[in-house]
């Protein structure tokens, strides 16, 4: 009989721990170490209460201890809770989207995380001072070799052909650093060609200028007072003035400006509209010839064809007809 007591309380005992109830506020009926009963009459009243309900172990209430009391004898069982009480791993999902934010910081891994990029640093310009003549003879030199490809750039252009000044610095800084790109043969069959289509276009272009000039010259003969020089120069007074006839020892006040028959200006003051004062003995020969022709307040119109400067030089002479407008503006006596 005590036996089989002994084997309902553990039985119950163990049903009340697995569902929730093995941490009740009195575990003590649950393990005893009283003496054996011989007789029903002389069992405790809690031992004859447990035998006598029948279907405790069937329908066990649900019970979630707050705070479990620990058993002295026995490890505290580890509680299985009714409802799923959330984890600190299910919170884990939002700080998973930060951390790609932080991987260009902290890379974790180089295979799936690719390492940033430095950004290039602006190249370092010398520091130079022109305190002797040794720089200033290197700066000079840079100025002028720049200034001359500017003018082969603008003549270029006339050509519509176009040179990208960036790539021709990128051309002399290699040189410089011996880093050339291009073949000794590739950069003399590439400057040879471009020889040979600057060529071309040049003598396109002076065939058509040759035109024009031509038609011009060939209409203005054939205006009214139009006379010609020894020299070969074709003029047209269009306002005499008033005066005396200027002799070499006067000195004159003139405006003036040369320029070709599509109006490219080639010849005249630094400022514009401005005049200019000359002695008429030291003026040149063509404005000297001209403002001759001419008074005070006169105004003439000189056209000067290429085959009228033969005795100049190959380098000072003209292949274009120059179109000059003279005035004297005032005329000052020799004292």
């Known amino acids: ?26 575990p003590a009926p649950v393990v005893t170490t009283e ?13 004859a209460a447990a035998e006598a309900a029948p279907a405790a172990p069937e329908k066990p209430a649900p019970f979630v201890a707050t705070e479990p009391a620990p058993v002295a004898s ?26 790609p934010a932080l991987l260009t910081v902290l ?25 002797s003549e040794e720089q200033k003879r ?26 990208s000044k960036d790539i021709m610095l990128a051309g002399i800084a290699d040189t410089f650093n011996n880093q050339v790109k291009m073949s000794d ?30 038609a011009f010259l060939a209409d203005f003969a054939k205006q009214d007072g139009v006379k010609k020089t020894k020299q070969g120069l074709l003029y047209l007074v269009k306002n ?8 070499d020892t006067d000195t004159v006040e003139v405006g003036y400006q040369g320029k070709l028959v599509d109006g490219t200006i080639v010849d005249g003051p630094q400022v514009e509209n401005a005049n200019q004062v000359f002695r008429v003995a030291n003026m040149p020969p063509v404005l000297r010839d001209s403002v001759k022709l001419i008074r005070k307040g006169g105004e ?36």
């Open 1 to 26: 009989m005590f036996s089989l007591t002994r084997k309902k309380n553990a039985c119950l005992a163990g049903l009340l721990m697995l569902s929730g109830a093995a941490v009740a506020a009195d």
């Open 138 to 163: 290197a700066y000079a030199s840079g100025v002028a070799m720049a200034r001359y490809i500017e003018e082969q750039i603008e003549q270029q252009k006339a050509l519509h052909i176009t040179m």
């Open 107 to 131: 890379p974790t891994s180089a295979a799936t995380v690719p390492a940033a990029k430095e950004e290039p640093k602006a190249p370092v310009k010398p520091v130079f001072s022109l305190d």
């Open 74 to 99: 026995e490890k505290p069982a580890p509680v299985i809770a009714t409802e799923p009480v959330p984890v600190a791993s299910e919170k884990s999902a939002p700080a998973v989207t930060e951390i």
């Open 185 to 214: 043969q590739d950069i003399h069959t590439t400057l040879t060609a471009f020889d040979e289509q600057v060529k071309v276009l040049t003598k396109a272009e002076m065939d058509k200028k040759s035109a024009a000039d031509k």
């Open 35 to 47: 003496p054996a009963v011989t007789s029903a009459s002389e069992k405790p009243a809690a031992v």
């Open 240 to 247: 005499k003035g008033e005066g005396n006839v200027l002799k």
């Open 300 to 335: 003439i119109q000189v056209v000067i064809p290429p085959v009228a400067v033969e005795n100049a030089s190959d380098a000072n002479r003209p292949d274009v007809v120059v179109i000059y407008t003279i005035t004297v503006v005032d005329v000052n006596k020799a004292q």
